[in-house]
């Protein structure tokens, strides 16, 4: 990778306070040593702990919504690239606040694309999910939405605009993994939703390599996706019982939770044939044409990829094995480790974790 991509450069990150922005800015001040980093997000708390965990004055913070263009204008004054995270996230408050997710992943992400065309950004990173490829529920449908004008921006003026889908990420808020260890730990046993169900699992590290490949690496009009690896929740939940449960924890089946998918995709069968790969990733050509994007990749589409659609049931299965090592490195079997997700768990007592769990879909009232 270009070690010197972001050199001398200003960022912006939208959702920057987030578990994937605090990665993104670990790996932006390690390996790249841009000028500046502007963190851009609601919450003065979660901005206040990043102050703590980073310490480093190239980091500039700014309370802000990315529904507030005026403030959007404002921060983006002098910014070179732009990586777009901020976002609801979390199924379930998407499909019971419609319009609140239509406002933040919707209007938010075309409030983006003005405002960095009226600042002569050089290139906007849009993070995408799963959830956005024939989406199901509310969420994914925003998230399509935000693609779609994502790429489209590509049309208007020399910022380039690119998207990256990301599949489910260890550990991060709203995963299954600090969820389930605290089912064990209070409860004594995991709840899982379908027997079949699968879900892609990369770490977080992972995923922000994918955004600054993307980053670096694309003329703007793709999207970018990483063959990543999928596991069975059943074994996840296995695993997580050999190493932290005992003779006495149980699984227990609760059925689909609303606006849930058996299997997640992140190519679609009708994107496949504008699809092609190099190294791990895919790279989705768009269906609008775009002058640039055909010059650059000519002729790339001609080597077929043989596969209908690219999907959590026909990637690479984890064993229990492989994902026992996965949780191992990240250090998900130590007692005392703690992420934001975890946190909050831990600081539930036992009738608000029910609640929680109950709210989430995860236990049946
Ligand atoms: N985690 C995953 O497994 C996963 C997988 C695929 C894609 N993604 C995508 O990756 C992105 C980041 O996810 P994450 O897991 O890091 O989420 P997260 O931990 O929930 O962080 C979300 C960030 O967005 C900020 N935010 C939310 N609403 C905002 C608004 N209206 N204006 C400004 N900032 C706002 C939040 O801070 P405040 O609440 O303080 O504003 C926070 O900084 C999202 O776009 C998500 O769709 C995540």
Redesign the pocket.
């Known amino acids: 990778m270009k070690k010197d991509f972001f050199g001398s450069s200003t960022i912006l990150i939208?959702?920057?306070?987030?578990?994937?922005?605090n990665e993104l800015t670990r790996q932006l001040l390690e390996k790249y040593n841009p000028k500046q980093i502007r963190i851009?997000?609601?919450?003065e708390q979660?901005q206040v702990e990043m102050k703590r965990r980073f310490q480093d004055d190239r980091i500039q913070y700014y309370i802000?919504?990315?529904?507030d263009k005026d403030r959007l204008i404002m921060v983006m004054n002098g910014v070179d690239y732009v990586f777009h995270?901020?976002?609801?996230?979390h199924v379930p408050v998407c499909e019971e606040n419609p319009w609140e997710a239509v406002k933040?992943n919707i209007i938010?992400t075309q409030n983006i694309i003005e405002v960095a065309i009226e600042n002569k950004v050089k290139k906007v990173i849009d993070?995408?999910?799963d959830k956005a490829v024939d989406p199901f529920n509310l969420y994914g449908v925003t998230?399509a939405c935000g693609e779609k004008l994502v790429i489209a921006a590509n049309l208007i003026d020399d910022t380039k605009f690119v998207c990256i889908r990301?599949?489910?990420?260890m550990g991060?808020?709203?995963?299954v993994i600090p969820l389930f260890k605290e089912q064990l730990f209070r409860l004594n046993e995991i709840t899982i939703t379908d027997e079949g169900m699968t879900r892609f699992l990369m770490r977080v590290e992972e995923a922000i390599e994918l955004v600054l490949n993307a980053a670096v690496n694309s003329v703007g009009g793709e999207v970018f996706v990483m063959r990543t690896p999928a596991c069975k929740i059943i074994n996840l939940a296995k695993v997580l019982i050999n190493k932290l449960g005992d003779k006495n924890s149980k699984i227990k089946h609760i059925g689909i939770r609303p606006g849930e998918k058996l299997f997640e995709v992140l190519v679609s069968k009708y994107e496949m044939p504008m699809t092609f790969e190099i190294d791990e990733y895919f790279v989705i050509l768009p269906q609008i044409k775009i002058k640039r994007i055909e010059d650059f990749y000519k002729g790339k589409l001609n080597v077929r990829i043989g596969l209908e659609e690219f999907n959590s049931n026909n990637t690479h299965m984890l064993s229990q094995k492989e994902i026992e090592s996965l949780l191992e490195r990240d250090g998900w079997f130590n007692l005392n480790y703690k992420n934001e997700a975890t946190n909050y768990l831990r600081s539930l007592n036992e009738k608000d974790l029910k609640r929680f769990f109950v709210s989430e879909g995860w236990v049946r009232k």
Request: hydrophobic share 20%; no cysteine; charged share 15%.
């Open positions: 939208t959702g920057g306070t987030g578990s994937w922005g851009y997000s609601r919450g979660r802000g919504d990315v529904r995270l901020a976002a609801l996230k933040t938010g993070v995408s999910t998230k990301g599949g489910n990420v991060t808020n709203g995963s």
